[in-house]
């Protein structure tokens, strides 16, 4: 390093904290002040010397001319007590901010429900450490949810592998084992294969939905909600389920990937959330609002009113933690949460009153 970039670095290093510039600025001004009345007071003096009446004696005169020792040092003086009166008013007044400061150093990520003392006028300190107080809520809100999220993911993840060996070490074991038992025994394992990538797919869809976007581009809800109905047209037939589309233009703003997934999961989750030959509806539109609209109603069981915020979070079901189902793995709505908060769209759910629910997301439109 040179010898420039050395000197520079221990200048920078060597910046007066807050409390010393404040403490410069208070007296400084004060000084300023104070020199203002002393030259004020001063050209008052000398224009009334310098009209002095005629014969005063010279001594007089000249007398005004020579350097006053007792102003000098009354300049002094007040220029000491004007730095400490400063460094001590700087001091208290920041006082509250090193207590933040210090509490705020102290919180982490194993003590986030630590929070700081407000206390005092509304003024801007206070208002700083409500804010902050506020941004430590959401963290250990955001942290708990983590763990959560991880234990479940983990547990999930767990139980297909735990199948898949549990059937392998069964054929290993079993000496009077023929090909048939060991075919199905295999396509078992494949079959859990197959539940594991579905729900390591889940889980990075959920990830890249709750990491935003970046770019937006027109996005036509009607023409995504019809190719997802028609891709499941076997499976409706299968569990003898009936479709009833509205389908009116209804065009959005947004990541054209993401939203057909919203729209997806949409549909999935209405269609293996039903009873036996009950009924999908799907309707899109613009709302009076402008906004484009997609609503989803299905038949099926009755969800609590408490239980609806929790079915957006994952591995939930109404009436319970965890989700079992043999195609899904209870990250379908939260999805739908982080694609629709990506693209800052509102989703509105509603029980119904005979069982099954009402989603309705409503997107910003491309404007």
């Known amino acids: 390093m040179s010898a420039t970039r050395r000197v520079g670095a221990l200048l920078r290093a060597r910046r007066p904290v807050l409390r010393a510039q404040l403490t410069l600025l208070y007296s400084g001004l004060f000084l300023a002040v104070l020199a203002g ?21 010279p001594g007089v005169a000249d007398s005004s001319s020579r350097f006053d020792v007792g102003p000098a ?33 102290q919180i982490s990520a194993t003590n986030l429900n630590q929070r700081l003392t407000v206390r005092g006028p509304d003024d801007e300190l206070t208002r ?36 898949q060996r549990t059937l392998l070490q069964v054929a290993l074991a079993d000496p ?41 581009s027109p996005v036509e809800l009607a023409g995504l909600a019809e190719r ?32 057909e997934l919203l729209v997806a999961n949409l549909v999935d989750n209405a269609i293996r959330h039903n009873r036996p030959d009950g009924t999908v509806e799907v309707v899109t ?4 609002s402008g906004a484009a609209t997609i609503t989803v109603r299905n038949t099926g069981p009755v969800v609590p ?11 939930q079901r109404a009436g319970g933690p965890r989700l079992r ?25 509603r029980a119904q009153a005979g069982g099954g629910l009402e989603i309705t997301v409503a997107f910003p439109t491309d404007r």
């Open 37 to 57: 009345v002393l030259l004020a007071t001063n050209l008052l003096y000398g224009h009334t010397a310098a009209r002095a009446p005629a014969g005063t004696a």
């Open 73 to 105: 040092l009354v300049g002094l003086a007040a220029a000491v007590v004007a730095l400490v009166g400063a460094w001590w008013l700087a001091g208290r007044f920041l006082r509250p901010l090193h207590a933040i400061t210090t509490t705020a150093q």
């Open 128 to 163: 700083l450490g409500t804010t902050l107080n506020d941004l430590l809520s959401r963290l250990e809100s955001a942290f708990t949810a983590q763990r959560h999220f991880v234990a479940n993911a983990s547990h999930e993840l767990r139980t297909p592998l735990a199948g």
């Open 176 to 216: 009077h084992a023929d090909l048939a038992s060991l075919r199905a025994a295999c396509a078992e394992a494949v079959e859990l294969g197959a539940q594991q990538e579905r729900l390591i797919d889940a889980l990075l869809a959920l990830a890249t939905s709750e990491r935003g976007i970046e770019r937006r």
């Open 228 to 259: 997802a109905l028609a891709g499941r047209r076997a499976e409706t037939g299968e569990r003898g389920v009936h479709i009833d589309a509205r389908l009116a233009a209804a065009r959005a703003s947004g990541d054209p990937r993401l939203v």
């Open 285 to 288: 539109g613009p709302a009076p």
């Open 305 to 315: 009113p408490e239980d609806l915020g929790r079915l957006f979070q994952p591995f």
């Open 325 to 349: 189902h043999r195609d899904g793995h209870g990250l379908g709505l939260a999805i739908v949460a982080a694609i629709a908060g990506a693209h800052q769209a509102t989703v509105t759910t």
